[in-house]
């Protein structure tokens, strides 16, 4: 994280812009409590949107259903993200919305349908450990979708998503392949590549070239801090590289599914704070 207010992530994003890296803003924080903060949470993003309209970055948002008030009232949810979408979409850009942990991927994916019938400037992430990814994108692939592929974050039990790593990374390559097929057959979709795994970044390019696509054909996104020397050497390489850029106070539940996902992230962080 560059700080912990929107300040030093736009910062952050500018510098990158001299690499060749776009960006893409996420404030940290989930499951608020009450309809007012969830409106905050929407005005601090509408804020944002115009923020980065004035400045002219490359960059994008993306937002958590559940910060904007999911367990609340999701029509309110809809909203929000239409607002979003609207405002965005003045200025070209993209709203990104996460997935969340199981119990919310059904009404997120339904809730992107809709979103999406009216805005096209809206993607969705789907998960790769979930066994049910490769039928949600076939539901959503006839609406030319922007689609966020990655590994998954939350800890599911194994009735509903792959455990090993070999199985998560085979779906991964093989849902990258059918959006790829889908790009070739003359579906609009656009594809982001969620990972750090640059080996499975370069499995789907050698796809993408069997298939007569180039490696623009599909956009690679990484964390801010994580393997930024690969995301310079891949920019360099001539693809298309995002850094995903999260900031704010609530980075505990943040950082602890960071932790999981890589105990050696702890000294990763430790080493962050020696001078
Ligand atoms: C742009 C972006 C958006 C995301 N959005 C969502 C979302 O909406 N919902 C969701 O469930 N998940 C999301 N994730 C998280 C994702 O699901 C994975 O949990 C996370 O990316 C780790 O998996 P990986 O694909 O990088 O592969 P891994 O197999 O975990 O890692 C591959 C290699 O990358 C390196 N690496 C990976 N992570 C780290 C790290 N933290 N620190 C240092 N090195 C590391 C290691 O060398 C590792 O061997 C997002 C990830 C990214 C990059």
């Not at 393997?227 to 390489?237: I, K």
């Not at 932790?259 to 702890?266: G, M």
Request: charged residues 25%.
């Amino acid at each position: 994280m560059p700080g912990e207010d929107a300040g030093a992530a736009l910062d952050a994003a500018k510098t990158f812009e001299a690499d060749g890296i776009a960006s893409m803003f996420t404030r940290l924080g989930e499951n608020v409590t009450n309809a007012d903060e969830a409106k905050a949470v929407a005005d601090h993003y509408l804020g944002l949107l115009d923020t980065i309209a004035e400045r002219g970055l490359d960059a994008e948002i993306s937002v958590k259903p559940t910060q904007l008030g999911y367990d609340v009232d999701p029509a309110e949810t809809l909203a929000h993200l239409q607002r979003l979408a609207e405002r965005a979409a003045a200025s070209g850009k993209t709203v990104w919305v996460d997935m969340e942990g199981s119990p919310y991927v059904e009404g997120t994916v339904a809730m992107y349908e809709r979103l999406r019938a009216g805005h096209p400037n809206t993607g969705l992430c789907l998960q790769a450990y979930l066994r049910r990814t490769a039928g949600d994108l076939q539901r959503l692939l006839p609406l030319d979708p922007s689609i966020r592929l990655v590994k998954g974050a939350y800890a599911e039990p194994a009735e509903i998503a792959y455990q090993s790593r070999h199985d998560v990374d085979a779906n991964y390559v093989a849902l990258a392949v059918s959006m790829l097929e889908a790009a070739r057959a003359g579906r609009s979709v656009a594809i982001g590549l969620g990972t750090h795994d640059v080996r499975l970044v370069e499995q789907v390019a050698e796809h993408a070239g069997a298939l007569g696509l180039d490696k623009r054909a599909f956009e690679v996104e990484m964390l801010y801090g994580i393997r930024m020397g690969e995301q310079r050497r891949l920019a360099r390489e001539g693809f298309r590289v995002r850094d995903l850029i999260a900031y704010g106070e609530a980075w505990y539940p943040w950082y602890m599914r960071r932790l999981a996902e890589r105990p050696a992230n702890v000294l990763f962080a430790l080493r962050q704070l020696l001078p």
